[in-house]
């Protein structure tokens, strides 16, 4: 054998080992890509599933902050809570960045929320963190009030005692009517000073079906359906005791299917389906809703809005509400806050969602 031949075979082992060199320098940037891709999807999936822990537990506190041991009204300056989950916990944190201004400007609030996603092991730790923010504001319900007194079947006021007033009791709202009846049957009185004084005295609402759709409760519903808030439902229910209506926070809503008297002073929404009648020298505090007349025999005072005749909505006939003595109608609008406190709570502004809030 030639010596150019045995130069030659020295060759083959570096050839041999730069190949294995190379294959396994890329063996091991894949394996190393695969890893980081891994790692990468890995931190997504986490960062994803620490987004819903965020979300679910603002949604939690949007929406039933209550039920987390938060009942001051408006909410405090800041409010804190853990709420856990599946998975995790949200660590949610509400700051005031407005104070509320009287009824007609809410509070506003921003709600920041971080999700931590755990590992399942025996000691817990974070695999993945997110913090998100929604700017809210606190919503009373609001109720159209057209007057102190409203009827769609018309008012009767047997004698010139009483008070029929727009003009709000504690201030907080502007002036309405004293009285908003139909045209036809209207409000009557015998001669002497008339009652009714707001802005203006007297609303006229011009035809029952233009009254009828004027006056905006959904009566249909309240009927049908009844008020998913509603405290006491009569028949069935029981009439609050001396003792409930002692406690000054207790301002209940009360549905009654049928005609009814009212049997003590009280405060909050009732809602009547048939005729209402307050007995001489009776006080309500808040929001009367009547399907048929009111019938006041001897004198009583509403502090608040009175709205009857309100079968009109549903096609029945529509009878005028009886007034007799003293009877007093006073629009108040903190007595009507008040009775609609329980539908109060926080309203998500819109397109008002940050992701990725500095915690």
């Known amino acids: 054998m030639s010596r150019r031949l045995r ?12 190949l294995i060199a190379i294959l396994s320098v890329m063996a091991a940037g894949a394996i190393t890509l695969v890893g980081t891709e891994r790692r990468v999807v890995g931190y997504e999936a986490g960062a994803t599933r620490a987004y819903a822990l965020a979300r679910s537990g603002m949604d939690r506190f949007l929406s039933a902050r209550d039920s987390l041991g938060f009942t001051s009204v408006p909410p405090a300056p800041v409010e804190s809570v853990r709420v856990a989950l599946p998975g995790g916990y949200a660590d949610v944190v509400m700051e005031q960045v407005r104070a509320e201004l009287g009824l007609a400007s809410p509070a506003m609030y921003v709600v920041r929320s971080r999700g931590v996603l755990l590992d399942r092991s025996a000691r817990p730790r974070p695999l993945a963190e997110r913090t998100i923010a929604q700017y809210a ?46 045209a036809t049957p209207g409000y009557a009185q015998p001669p002497g000073p008339f009652l009714p004084v707001g802005t203006p005295n007297l609303l006229d609402l011009g035809t029952v079906p233009l009254a009828i759709q ?11 359906q009844g008020i998913a808030a509603a405290a006491v439902q009569l028949p069935g229910g029981i009439w609050p005791s001396p003792a409930q209506w002692a ?63 309100l079968n009109a909505k549903l096609g029945a006939a529509a009878s005028a509400d009886q007034l007799s003595g003293p009877y007093v109608a006073q629009y108040h609008a903190c007595h009507i806050a008040r009775a609609l406190d329980v539908f109060k709570g926080l309203t998500p502004l819109r397109n008002a969602t940050i992701d990725r809030w500095a915690y």
């Open 137 to 182: 504001r606190w919503q009373r319900a609001a109720m159209q009030v057209l007057a102190a007194h409203t009827s769609l079947g018309g008012i009767n006021k047997l004698g010139n005692a009483g008070t029929l007033s727009g003009i709000d009791a504690c201030g907080a709202a502007t002036a309405v009517a004293g009285v908003a009846v139909p």
């Open 214 to 224: 004027t006056v905006t409760v959904d009566w249909g519903t309240i009927v049908s």
């Open 247 to 309: 406690d000054p926070d207790y301002w209940p809503i009360i549905v009654v299917n049928g005609d009814y008297t009212v049997p003590s002073d009280g405060r909050g929404l009732l809602a009547v389906t048939g005729t209402l009648t307050l007995p001489a020298m009776r006080q309500w505090d808040g929001i009367l809703l009547s399907g048929g007349a009111l019938l006041v025999p001897g004198g009583a005072t509403v502090q608040g809005a009175v709205v009857t005749g």
């Open 7 to 18: 130069r030659r075979r020295g060759i083959a082992l570096p050839t041999i080992l730069m």
